[in-house]
DNA sequence: GTCTATATAATGATAGAC
DNA sequence: GTCTATCATTATATAGAC
């Protein structure tokens, strides 16, 4: 449930900071752009938000808000639900995630870390009754398994290209990509273990060097 | 083979763009600090590349070309071994390929794209002798393939603070990461159909709605 | 090719009225 | 809460000497 305080200016503004820096990044998005967006003055940011730094920081922790669940449901990231709702999330918000990963903020590295959490618990139930596979590594496959999630987040413009659809978050889209992204982690994508096995003799012969 | 003026000014300046634009991204950087690391005036940037925007194309294509095996072998990444090497790249192109993919620049895009088409004639030709797995939708799965294979290269501070090491593409953490990606793409990660069928009777139930 | 010096414009932040 | 007006700073770009 919305705050009343959603409606008015102030959350005016931070919806068109979350827009352009999405949009654009952070350091290229001017003060004067984002008021202009929002229909307010300039000087109203300095007074809700103190600094464009303050605005920025707003914005990181709403959509922290939002892709947990609200501010209400800290834990939320437990379900492992809740991170495919997170990447049908509004346009806006994605972008604004993206750049965030990118960009390095504290939230957006907080958000990491959760998801690798949750992600890690949600293989690891799956390894004991059976339906995922046993990793030599666990954590590092809880890591590398958010990075390849999170990809099309962050690749979007490119994958709509190479795709031929405008959007990559259209509902047809989606499905194909996330059709192919199920069958890779289905059925793997190297059909016998040479390359497992060329990639353990390389190491071996590292480790000995 | 390096050209005589890779020794120069101009090489400097071009170099030491790249760093910071790798490490803050383009707007965040300033002329003067380009110049400040260069050791040479301001001034210089304008002579050599006219404007910022120009040091960025100069920037932008001498990485292209780095990537794809220098400026005489346009067709290198035909040869899959070239994009591995591509991801041992030394740190500021790295860094400086993660901003351009993000940020949007043609030579990025042309980059990807000529990436997407190497690979998905690998895998096509794995295909063909046994290799690799078929695919439903072998296009889609070229994409999402180069997403994930690029997928450290944008998100290494996080994969470096997960993982608890320093640098993400020192030698003993390129292992551990490359290891698991290689099993994952080797074993998959569902050890069963389940998932693929709840998505396909998921998919289904949507193009009946 | 490289510098010093400067023109010109845009930026983030703030003071003070309403 | 919101505005107008403005300040101080910083940015890019360029002119002209060496």
Redesign the pocket.
């Known amino acids: 449930m919305r705050s009343v305080?959603d409606l008015?200016?102030?959350a005016r503004i931070r919806d068109a900071a979350l827009e352009l820096f999405g949009e654009q990044g952070f350091a290229r998005?001017?003060?004067?752009a984002i008021a202009a967006r929002a229909?307010?003055?300039?000087?109203?940011l300095?007074?809700?938000f103190?600094?464009?730094?303050g605005l920025r920081q707003a914005c990181d922790a709403h959509v922290s808000d939002l892709v947990r669940g609200g501010p209400d449901a800290a834990t939320a990231l437990d379900d492992p639900r809740r991170l495919a709702a997170m990447l049908e999330a509004a346009a806006p918000v994605r972008r604004y995630l993206a750049r965030a990963f990118l960009e390095g903020s504290d939230d957006a590295a907080a958000l990491f870390d959760d998801i690798v959490t949750a992600t890690a618990g949600f293989l690891d139930d799956g390894t004991r009754d059976g339906r995922v596979q046993p990793a030599d590594d666990p954590q590092t496959r809880a890591a590398v398994y958010v990075t390849w999630l999170l990809a099309p987040l962050v690749f979007d413009t490119h994958l709509a290209r190479v795709l031929g659809v405008d959007d990559i978050h259209d509902p047809a889209a989606t499905m194909r990509l996330s059709r192919s992204a199920v069958e890779m982690m289905t059925r793997g994508v190297f059909r016998d273990d040479s390359v497992l096995d060329a990639w353990d003799a390389a190491a071996k012969e590292t480790r000995r060097a």
């Open positions: 305080d008015t200016g102030r998005v001017t003060v004067r229909g307010v003055s300039p000087a109203l300095g007074h809700h103190g600094s464009k730094e």
